[in-house]
């Protein structure tokens, strides 16, 4: 079995009854501020050809995509991805600029206004690293969420897609490698990731502040160099100095 | 420069005179200035992380971050760095606004028209042209130009700075604030640092400004380099120092003319 492993959400929708227990237990974990919330069940309506009807349900939260847009976007690391996928918000570290927010094409992250800082779902880390699953994942009466180690042959998640096919959030456009596999084709487009739209500060940053600077210091630099490499060839003369 | 018309003696005479360049005050605040930059800019460049933004050398954000024991602890230390720095920075400017930030404007930063003619003509100059450099102040105008980019840098530093200190005080509606405030702080650290690195090479370096960086600790600057590179604050030096000498006279005249002081302890030749 390899030492590292590799989690990840393993979601069936066609077990999802929207109860929304997930999200009564994972705002009762991480004390979510009403008005927001860190998952979500998005009711995609009915489905299908009569009289092969269903309603779609489709369980969500961050994907801990294997290629995060946030963590590329965070200019300082406050968020990062662990070794084991979980992508963490180091909430002391983070200042609340919203970029990685603006990043995630999956609107899976917000700005919690009391604290002030980024807030998604963590993959309820401090359970997982006890043993536990996350408190969406206990709870959840239906079955239809799922967690585990990927890695790990006799894991619930790899037991439940052995064999099987499935499916991600992602377009032709988009492909973070979502960490969370769906064991059915999700029709609804609401839950499908958007296409990356990079804040005017951010384009600044990478078109004109990195140039500008680099190229200043560089010019600087070179300029002080020549003049050294004059002073040098040039010798001194101690009795002409002031 | 005119120096080529002075003579050896003329240049000896100069060269054992001492001029006062920089009070205490200003001395202090220089160094404590060059030590937060050395501190804030390690740590900034410890905080700015490579992967995302291609600037900080290879290792340097491990180092830091090793160093201050993570990425929250190196921010909190750049915070308190920084807001102790602009706390230093600010309170020179109130405590000391008369006696040293009123002249520390009209001296430095007031540009005249010998400051622009020098602008045009340095360069020319450094080229060898046969060009006369106009005379200079206390700072010419170079020194006035890098002071502006100094000044204008250290507000926007400061208020990016504290805009992302404190940034959970800003409501989600004004998050584009800090979005900003980080680029601008960035090209603001930037551009003043290209700045000192022409700085640090004038100053310490370089050797015509040699008695330049030793005034930095010493505050004094002997004659002959105030006459061939500042002759107009030489003159007014020279002015002030007359006018003082004819006050000192003057009332020192006055106290022997005082009939209290009595004959018998006047001084005689």
């Known amino acids: ?242 | 420069m005119s120096g080529e018309m002075l003579t050896v003696e003329q240049r000896e005479r100069l060269r054992k005179q001492m001029l006062t360049k920089h009070y205490l005050a200003s001395i202090l605040t220089h160094w404590f200035n060059a030590a937060s930059w050395i501190f804030l800019l390690s740590t900034g460049l410890g905080i700015l992380l490579s992967k995302t933004y291609d600037f900080t050398p290879p290792g340097w954000n491990e180092l830091m971050r090793s160093i201050f024991g993570g990425l929250a602890p190196l921010i909190h230390w750049h915070e308190v760095m920084g807001q102790i720095w602009l706390f230093v920075l600010s309170f020179n400017v109130f405590f000391g606004f008369r006696k040293y930030f009123m002249p520390f404007v009209a001296h430095r930063m007031w540009m005249t028209k010998d400051d622009f003619t020098w602008l045009k003509l340095k360069l020319p100059h450094m080229l060898g042209f046969d060009v006369e450099l106009p005379p200079q102040d206390e700072y010419n105008g170079g020194q006035k130009l890098f002071l502006y980019a100094v000044v204008v840098g250290t507000v926007v530093i400061g208020v990016t700075g504290l805009i992302m200190t404190y940034s959970e005080l800003i409501p989600i509606e004004y998050q584009w604030v800090i979005q900003w405030a980080m680029p601008i702080h960035f090209v603001a650290v930037g551009l003043v640092f290209a700045g000192v690195i022409i700085h640090v090479y004038m100053g310490a370096v370089m050797p015509e400004e040699r008695s330049a960086f030793f005034s930095m600790f010493t505050g004094k600057v002997n004659g002959l380099y105030a006459y061939l590179h500042h002759r107009k604050w030489y003159e007014r030096k020279m002015a002030e120092k007359a006018a003082w000498e004819a006050r000192y006279r003057a009332e020192m005249d006055a106290k022997l003319g005082d009939p209290l002081m009595g004959a018998e302890e006047t001084p005689t030749d």
């Open chain 1, 1 to 242: 079995m390899p030492t590292v492993k590799r989690y990840a959400f393993v979601i069936d929708p066609r077990r999802c009854i929207d109860c929304r227990a997930c999200l009564v237990a994972c705002r009762a974990e991480w004390n979510v501020p009403l008005g927001h919330t860190r998952i979500w069940v998005h009711d995609g309506g009915v489905k299908g050809t009569f009289p092969d009807l269903y309603r779609e349900f489709v369980p969500h939260q961050c994907h801990h995509c294997a290629d995060p847009w946030c963590v590329q976007a965070c200019p300082t690391g406050a968020t990062y991805q662990r070794e084991d996928g979980i992508v963490m918000i180091d909430e002391e570290a983070c200042i609340g600029c919203g970029l990685c927010v603006n990043a995630c094409p999956y609107g899976a992250r917000f700005r919690n206004p009391e604290t002030g800082k980024a807030e998604k779902c963590s993959a309820c880390f401090h359970r997982v690293d006890q043993g536990e699953l996350p408190a969406c994942v206990a709870t959840c009466v239906g079955g239809a969420r799922m967690f585990g180690d990927l890695n790990d042959p006799e894991s619930e998640v790899s037991k439940a897609i052995k064999g099987r096919r499935v499916y991600r959030l992602i377009t032709d456009e988009v492909d973070t490698q979502p960490m969370t596999l769906y064991l059915a084709p999700i029709e609804s487009e609401g839950v499908y990731p958007r296409p990356p739209e990079p804040l005017p500060a951010e384009t600044f940053w990478k078109r004109v502040a990195l140039p500008l600077v680099k190229g200043a210091i560089a010019a600087t630099f070179l300029a002080q160099a020549g003049a050294f490499l004059l002073q040098l060839l040039k010798g001194e003369d101690e009795f002409e100095e002031a």
